[in-house]
């Protein structure tokens, strides 16, 4: 029987193996993403709200992308039908599409939360279930 360390490690393993295959630009804004939740990931964080807020994260995104919009070219105004032939191009509310780097931005930024929320949670469970690091 595996320890509950051994399958922390193991999802460990199995996640920098997937992030392997990002693509380029999600490779470069990962280390960004992950500095930012590095600073949230303490004890009664908004990180592990039960319902994170839009607006902490929002704000966590206009960091991160403050931090890298440099290294990726403008995305241009399209009109809505090209956005409708694109498919891949969401038009905001106003008519502007939306920048393509600051939406996977968005993306990378909740899907790490989440990984990060799930290993709290399990840490915690163990913790109070008393399961030590050993799984004894």
């Known amino acids: 029987m595996r320890t509950f360390m051994e399958e922390m490690r193991e999802e460990e393993r199995e996640l920098r193996k997937l992030r392997s295959m990002f693509p380029d630009a999600a490779k470069l804004l990962l280390p960004y993403v992950e500095e930012e939740c590095d600073k949230m990931e303490y004890?009664?964080?908004?990180?592990?709200?039960?319902?994170?807020?839009?607006?902490?994260?929002?704000?966590?995104?206009?960091?991160?992308?403050g931090q890298v919009k440099d290294r990726f070219p403008e995305e241009p105004e399209r009109k809505p039908e090209e956005i409708?032939?694109?498919?891949?191009?969401?038009?905001?509310?106003d008519?502007?599409?939306r920048n393509l780097a600051r939406d996977?931005?968005?993306?990378?930024l909740l899907q790490e939360m989440h990984h990060r929320r799930r290993r709290h949670a399990a840490v915690r469970g163990a913790a109070l279930s008393g399961t030590s690091e050993d799984g004894k």
């Open 43 to 65: 004890e009664g964080s908004p990180m592990f709200d039960e319902y994170p807020d839009r607006t902490t994260i929002y704000r966590l995104e206009e960091r991160i992308y």
């Open 84 to 93: 409708l032939a694109l498919q891949y191009l969401a038009a905001a509310p």
């Open 95 to 97: 008519g502007f599409c």
């Open 104 to 108: 996977m931005t968005r993306v990378l």
